[in-house]
């Protein structure tokens, strides 16, 4: 069996649910293959290059106009400019797919979606579309020509309710949740992460995430993180992880070695132990999700 993931980098999640999909079926199917490609990398690199930046320094610099632009691209003029681009760029995709040859095509982004429905609607493909929405709510992006696509995987019931009303069928919709690593499944061993990162025993912990690389939550977590070090919590340390933002974890550390805090607050750069610190944390805060954003 063959299965084709596509996936976009516009923000971490949809590459991570491509990943966590990639390792639950190598670990359920015996004779799988699976590739994993970023659809607008491979359509078109300098394209790929300015729309991601463009979504990352809207998204730092601006964000509320990020979410009017979000907003706007459910129907209009933004819309149509997207499935349309989208369409034009699916018979590159075309040759791709008939290149692999495979059993499923997997999205966890729409315009993959979009560019493999408008595909089967003119018979170029007859393979199983899977369309995994890698977020809390429905959105249009993603419900461009549902009649072509086999199967939706959404997050949660209400999602599931959202696309029965846009009417597509409820035998096609699965509620599964956001595909995740089984990292954060595992148990482990308390103290030793304890001592890893030189955190205290019998005390509370408190685990901020400043946004990714984006920094979508920095005031929000900078706020917080004031809020601590002015204040004496006794019984409670944290840990805040500024991801690959070197600014923003400046700006943590500052705060904190100003105020002598260094013993009851750390802050880090990107780590590949989160799933770790969550299994020791009392409770984490992150970015929210903005339903106006939506």
């Known amino acids: 069996m063959k299965a084709l993931i596509f996936y976009a980098t516009y923000g971490g999640g949809h590459l991570s649910s491509a990943m966590a999909i990639k390792e639950a ?24 290059k300015l729309t991601t930046k463009a979504y990352s320094d809207m998204a730092k610099k601006v964000p509320r106009v990020w979410g009017e632009v979000y907003k706007a691209s459910r129907k ?28 499923i095509i997997i999205s966890t982004h729409p315009f993959s979606t979009q560019m493999c429905a408008f595909l089967k609607k003119h018979t ?26 086999n199967s939706y995987f959404v997050s949660n019931e209400t999602m599931k309710k959202e696309l029965i009303e846009y009417g597509i069928e409820e035998e096609k919709i699965f509620v599964t949740g956001i595909p995740i690593s ?9 103290e030793e992460i304890l001592k890893e990162f030189g955190l205290k025993e019998n005390v509370k912990t408190i685990l901020f995430f400043a946004g990714g ?17 002015k204040k004496e919590f006794e019984n409670v340390q944290v840990v805040a992880i500024s991801g690959k ?32 610190l969550m299994s020791i944390s009392d409770l984490v805060i992150t970015k929210p999700r903005r339903n106006n954003y939506i």
């Not at 429905?138 to 696509?149: A, F, G, N, R, T």
């Not at 089984?182 to 308390?190: A, G």
């Open 25 to 48: 079926m190598e670990a359920n199917y015996k004779d799988i293959e699976i590739e994993i490609v970023d659809c607008m990398e491979y359509i078109n690199k300098i394209v790929n």
């Open 245 to 276: 933002n070197e600014k923003i974890y400046n700006k943590f550390k500052k705060i904190v070695e100003e105020n002598g805090k260094e013993d009851r607050i750390k802050i880090l750069e990107y780590t590949d132990k989160v799933p770790e």
């Open 182 to 190: 089984k990292k954060f499944s595992k148990t482990y061993n308390k």
């Open 124 to 149: 170029k493909l007859n393979e199983n579309i899977a369309n995994v929405l890698t977020d809390f709510k429905s959105h249009e992006q993603w419900l461009v020509k549902p009649e072509y696509v």
């Open 213 to 229: 690389k984006l920094g979508l939550a920095k005031n929000n977590i900078s706020d917080f993180i004031e809020i601590f070090t």
């Open 76 to 103: 209009g003029t933004i819309a149509k400019i997207s499935r349309t681009s989208n369409r034009i760029f699916a018979f590159k995709l075309y040759l791709l797919i008939k290149k692999i040859n495979p059993d």
